[in-house]
């Protein structure tokens, strides 16, 4: 059996210890003679499951007692109309600060359930190159949250800070984060949002889920008459169970925090292997003559590297060579094209070595 490098942006490389396990306890898991895809998902069996995957992510992400965590269905795309159907029940304006195509969406979305939302701070004047700055975010008088997104997946633009989520008044309000493309990739202060959301096919597990960690007073924030499943509330009340969850997914995604607390050791020591991934391949880029990163140094994910070629006819050989020597997806996304190496938590120090080899060589012979 031959194991690929995987780049792809989602669904991601899950980790070989994780896949393994999950193989190992496939027809039977740990003598109860069926599968965890077959269990009931209100069996005593699979309630433990789910009950330790919870609490492995509360201590990786050292999640205050006053959150919910949320395990439910519809991806992040989902999540873009259940904010604001939970977040503008008390009146209000959505605020965002847009930083590339998912924010966009985001904001899209809020437009046309409820009509208006406000672009507190935008990076489209850079060229989406760099996040705004805390002075350039300007919530409007009414705002009832502020949504920003961690991590461009497409774009790879990363804020660098954690905004702070204030009015002209001086009240603050929460803050809401899209994280799908850079939670579990090292610490962080759950604290200082309100609610948090993230699509699972990238450092969580496979596709299929979605989490949703929630700060308890924003519960009781929700508009009437939305679709029942969308309800932090009533998913919190029934333990994410209110219909028959994505019960392998989850499962799976156990699987994954327990590789995080074990094998790896925690996400600080994710974090340090993250940052020597990407400053390999950032250093790589910034010393050729054929490739480049737009995105101003500060502002550069870790998860999401996208580059462009000098001459793009270049572009349909290198991804074929590439494939060839086994490195994976690695084509940009189809709205800004060029190449985009995705590097999450299950993606090996050793792929990246390898991308960064076949680089230099691809520019030695071709550029």
């Known amino acids: 059996m031959t194991r690929h490098f995987n780049f792809c942006a989602g669904p991601a490389a899950l980790s070989t210890a994780v ?64 904010v604001p159907y939970n977040l503008l029940g008390n009146g209000g304006t959505a605020n965002f600060v847009d930083t590339g195509i998912w924010s966009r969406k985001a904001i899209a979305e809020s437009r046309h359930l409820f009509g208006d939302a406000r672009v507190a701070a935008s990076s489209e004047a850079s060229g989406n190159t760099r996040v705004p700055q805390q002075g350039e975010i300007e919530l409007s008088h009414d705002a009832a949250y502020l949504h920003v997104t961690a991590n461009e997946t497409i774009g790879g633009l990363a804020f660098d800070y954690t905004p702070r989520a204030v009015r002209p008044d001086g009240g603050e309000v929460p803050l809401v984060c899209d994280m799908s493309s850079s939670i579990l990739s090292g610490p962080l202060d759950v604290s200082r949002y309100g609610v948090i959301y993230a699509g699972a096919q990238k450092n969580i597990g496979p596709a299929g889920l979605v989490v949703v960690i929630v700060r308890d007073d924003l519960l009781e924030r929700a508009r009437p008459g939305m679709p029942m499943l969308f309800g932090y509330k009533t998913l919190a009340e029934g333990g994410s169970m209110v219909n028959t969850p994505a019960t392998y997914s989850w499962y799976l995604a156990g699987l994954v925090f327990e590789w995080l607390r074990h094998d790896i050791g925690g996400l600080p020591a994710m974090e340090a292997i993250n940052a ?92």
């Open 19 to 82: 896949l393994e396990r999950a193989r190992d306890e496939m027809l039977d898991y740990r003598g109860h003679g069926l599968s965890v895809m077959e269990m009931s998902h209100r069996s005593a069996e699979y309630v433990a499951i789910a009950e330790k995957a919870e609490a492995d992510l509360r201590e990786l992400l050292a999640i205050p007692a006053n959150y919910r965590v949320l395990f439910t269905q519809g991806g992040a795309t989902q999540q873009f109309a259940a």
């Open 276 to 367: 020597r991934k990407a400053a390999k391949l950032y250093a790589a880029i910034d010393g050729s003559e054929l490739y480049s990163n737009p995105i101003a140094p500060a502002n550069r994910s870790r998860m999401n590297v996208p580059f462009v070629l000098a001459d793009e006819r270049l572009d349909k050989p290198f991804l074929a060579e590439a494939e060839q020597a086994g490195l994976l997806n690695l084509k940009g996304h189809r709205s800004v094209g060029g190449m985009r190496a995705s590097l999450y938590n299950a993606v090996p120090e050793a792929a990246v070595d390898a991308l960064i080899d076949f680089m230099a060589d691809f520019e030695n012979r071709k550029g």
